[in-house]
């Protein structure tokens, strides 16, 4: 894997890369809110010498710093598109965690004829229907949340709120610790974060995933409400749904070899056709 840079009027976007295509697919990981490119290695490991991949550090995060906190969802996905062009990923399949699978989607709806699969990991769906009006409130308003709240205890329901093994959480501790000794840095991100997902959804567009597309989450996922909208989102569009057992919101780091193998399946259906 080589890291290399994009640069934007906001600042530097830092990602990685290798030179093996086989013209098939392209697999596209992007990393949730707060976390960065690592959350991602077990993936990383098992494809890299069978396929193209990417992986970034977002906007804002890790690497990717210092970066002005001004963009929307529609930026990143804008940019994540000059960075796939210009690096002639022709087949993407985005594989999304969380925030990942926000861009994801939003990257469908800008550029719906380029997208060749989509995998949302622990992720939900940005159409206006499945969230309240109370759910977009207090999307809009959680940077004091993590800007007063004690670093410690913040740490601690950080990793152990996301994950459920002890690698799974190692980690998330790990890519949190990026920003130890600089909170109000980790609450801007978080909260401009949370922000520019509720201007998404409140932009309240179609959204539609058109391509190839599976749904996994994890049954221990306590974020949010992503085993609700997860249900709902299989419920509504018919979008094929797997659930792994004992994992949380990281699902990805507390069974990679399950999900690793959803992935592969996905992406051997998608050569078939």
């Not at 959480?169 to 909260?191: F, H």
Request: charged share 25%; with cysteine.
């Amino acid at each position: 894997m080589t890291e290399k840079l994009y640069n934007t009027p906001k600042g530097e976007i830092h990602y990685w890369t290798n030179s093996r295509a086989d013209g098939k697919a392209d697999l596209v990981f992007l990393p949730g809110l707060t976390a960065d490119h690592r959350l991602f290695d077990k993936q990383i490991d098992y494809f890299k010498d069978s396929y193209r991949v990417f992986v970034w550090d977002a906007p804002g995060h890790a690497a990717s710093y210092p970066f002005e906190m001004n963009f929307s969802l529609s930026d990143k996905a804008k940019w994540l598109d000059e960075i796939l062009t210009a690096g002639d990923f022709l087949n993407p399949v985005i594989i999304g965690q969380s925030m990942g699978g926000y861009v994801g989607q939003m990257y469908s709806e800008l550029f719906p004829k380029k997208l060749k699969g989509f995998i949302s990991i622990d992720s939900a769906p940005l159409q206006r229907k499945y969230l309240t009006a109370a759910e977009l409130w207090l999307l809009k308003r959680m940077e004091p949340v993590y800007r007063y709240y004690p670093w410690k205890w913040l740490l601690k329901s950080g990793t152990n709120g996301v994950a459920t093994t002890y690698y799974g959480r190692k980690l998330m501790q790990d890519m949190m610790t990026v920003y130890s000794g600089n909170q109000e840095r980790y609450a801007k991100l978080a909260g401009h974060g949370f922000r520019i997902l509720a201007e998404a959804i409140e932009a309240d567009l179609p959204y539609l995933v058109e391509c190839p597309a599976m749904l996994i989450c994890g049954t221990k996922d306590h974020a949010g409400s992503c085993i609700r909208y997860s249900k709902a989102w299989h419920k509504n569009t018919g979008i094929r749904l797997e659930w792994i057992e004992g994992a949380g919101h990281n699902s990805n780091t507390d069974k990679p070899e399950v999900v690793n193998s959803l992935i592969e399946e996905f992406l051997n259906g998608i050569k078939e056709k």
